[in-house]
């Protein structure tokens, strides 16, 4: 069982609709991370969270130390959104390793 | 403010060769990694380093050096280049772990 668990690994949404995606870990953790990766490989930094929920813009992400589950939400989604999202979560001594998730294509239609 | 820099971007080598990829950053930061990507799996890390002079192995380290002389660069060097590292490389940085982590553009590797 991977220490990072990610699902669904592909969601397919209409333009508009409101996205969940979600990551579960095995392991306790100081930090999680959500990024996305656009087709062409760029990777950026979504999200870093220890707890509680953030915001920016349509993106909202929440974590749940105590269930080791963290979500992204997506809401009025569009085509721009479609990328594959992944969630890292920073453990190992001092808190020095991140350890991914497979990552989830989302992909929204117009 | 360039980032994190990482070259080259696409490179064809035949197996047994070495080479080394190159990674630099601009922002000071002191935490440096590189991870591989791969079809189906997610990233996996190869090195990482949390400041000049101090490196450390990943999950993946074997068949691959790094070293840390200066704050900005973390090159990768692959040593005898096998087709199974055929893959996609990143390079990262953050000022410690838990920030915000920034990634070089990808270097994609192909080993014939």
């Known amino acids: 069982k991977n220490e990072v668990e990610q699902s669904p690994q592909n969601l397919t949404a209409q333009e508009g609709e409101f996205i969940t995606i979600n990551c579960s870990y095995s392991?306790?953790?100081?930090?999680l991370h959500w990024l996305q990766q656009h087709p062409g490989g760029g990777i950026v930094s979504l999200f870093m969270?220890?707890?509680g929920k953030k915001k920016h813009g349509r993106l909202i992400a929440t974590i749940n130390i105590q269930e080791k589950h963290s979500s992204l939400h997506i809401t009025a989604s569009h085509p721009r959104d479609s990328a594959v999202y992944i969630c890292?979560?920073?453990?190992?001594?001092?808190?020095?390793?991140?350890?991914f998730g497979e990552g989830t294509q989302l992909t929204v239609n117009p | 403010n360039a980032g994190v820099t990482q070259t080259p971007k696409f490179q064809v080598l035949k197996t047994g060769q070495s080479m080394t990829l190159q990674c630099a950053q601009d922002?000071?930061?002191?935490?440096m990694s590189w991870y591989r990507q791969d079809p189906g799996m997610g990233l996996r890390l190869i090195h990482y380093?949390?400041?000049?002079?101090?490196?450390d192995q990943g999950e993946v380290p074997n068949g691959y050096n790094v070293s840390r002389s200066t704050t900005e660069d973390f090159p990768l060097r692959l040593l005898s280049a096998a087709p199974s590292q055929t893959s996609v490389y990143f390079c990262?940085?953050?000022?410690?772990?838990?920030?915000?982590?920034?990634f070089g553009e990808g270097s994609w590797l192909t080993v014939v």
């Open positions: 990262a940085s953050s000022y410690v772990p838990g920030n915000t982590i920034y």
């Open positions: 969270l220890s707890s």
């Open positions: 392991v306790g953790i100081s930090a």
């Open positions: 890292a979560h920073v453990g190992g001594t001092s808190g020095s390793r991140l350890t």
């Open positions: 380093s949390v400041g000049a002079g101090i490196t």
């Open positions: 922002m000071n930061h002191e935490y």
